[in-house]
């Protein structure tokens, strides 16, 4: 299983991005999808998960509201929505896939991960 996420890029403060990620395989509907963030000198830490059927989400409260995860199973690709961006958001974004049961905030859970995508947020 191979991810590819993209999407980022440089945003001012209060803009919006997409984040896509693109996982390869023919068994993509199986897998709880995870999106995380590592700002630098900070661990990387949670910040959305969405069942495989796209039914359930789960995110970090500092982005509640708004961030929104969805997914197309038959495109294989998860998506992560930010609006309201803030200079805090600034970080890399990781997409993972997680063969188990139930959402995961915890990294270690994740099974497969992408290579990270470049979020800044100017102020």
């Known amino acids: 299983v191979q991810l590819q996420a993209s999407g980022g890029g440089l945003v001012q403060a209060g803009g919006s991005l997409r984040l896509s990620c693109v996982v390869s395989?023919?068994?993509?509907?199986?897998?709880?999808m995870g999106w995380f963030r590592q700002a630098p000198g900070k661990e990387r830490e949670f910040v959305a998960a969405?069942?495989?059927?796209?039914?359930?989400?789960y995110y970090a409260d500092s982005v509640k509201g708004r961030f929104t995860a969805s997914r197309d199973n038959a495109k294989n690709t998860v998506y992560l929505q930010m609006n309201g961006l803030k200079p805090e958001d600034t970080a890399v974004y990781y997409c993972?896939?997680?063969?188990?049961?139930?959402?995961?905030?915890?990294?270690?859970?994740?099974?497969?991960w992408g290579q990270g995508t470049q979020v800044t947020v100017s102020s």
């Open positions: 969405i069942s495989g059927s796209g039914g359930s989400t």
């Open positions: 395989g023919r068994t993509f509907s199986l897998y709880n």
């Open positions: 993972a896939a997680d063969r188990g049961y139930g959402l995961e905030y915890d990294l270690y859970e994740y099974d497969y």
